[in-house]
Nanobody, 126 residues
């Protein structure tokens, strides 16, 4: 599956933004989906994941309560709604597709991620 992330931009602290990741190719609903981010000088980190049907989600502690991951299988798209943004959220955000949520959540299983989308930049100004 090919992934295309979009929606990044410049936002003031406290603001909101929604990222989108459109998929093409193999059946989107076969995949668990995830969002990752990488800030300058830091390693890529897990942000959120969602099961193939959308019934199960998981979040990094740093975004829990502020970010919401969702998916629309009819539109082959996964979203990341980001609220109460702060400067520590500034990063390049990428989406990923894998067989299970565990593939996203557990670093030792991330070699199982089948597809990565190109990143979209989020910059939060204070």
């Amino acid at each position: 599956v090919q992934l295309q992330a979009s929606g990044g931009g410049l936002v003031q602290a406290g603001g909101s933004l929604r990222l989108s990741c459109a998929a093409s190719g193999r059946a989107f609903s076969d995949y668990a989906m995830g969002w990752f981010r990488q800030a300058p000088g830091k390693e890529r980190e897990f942000v959120a994941s969602i099961s193939w049907g959308g019934g199960s989600t998981y979040y990094a502690d740093s975004v829990k309560g502020r970010f919401t991951i969702s998916r629309d299988n009819a539109k082959n798209t996964v979203y990341l709604q980001m609220n109460s943004l702060n400067s520590e959220d500034t990063a390049v955000y990428s989406c990923a597709a894998g067989p299970t949520q565990a593939t996203m959540i557990r670093s030792e299983e991330r070699s199982g991620i089948g597809s990565w989308g190109q990143g979209t930049q989020l910059t939060v100004s204070s």
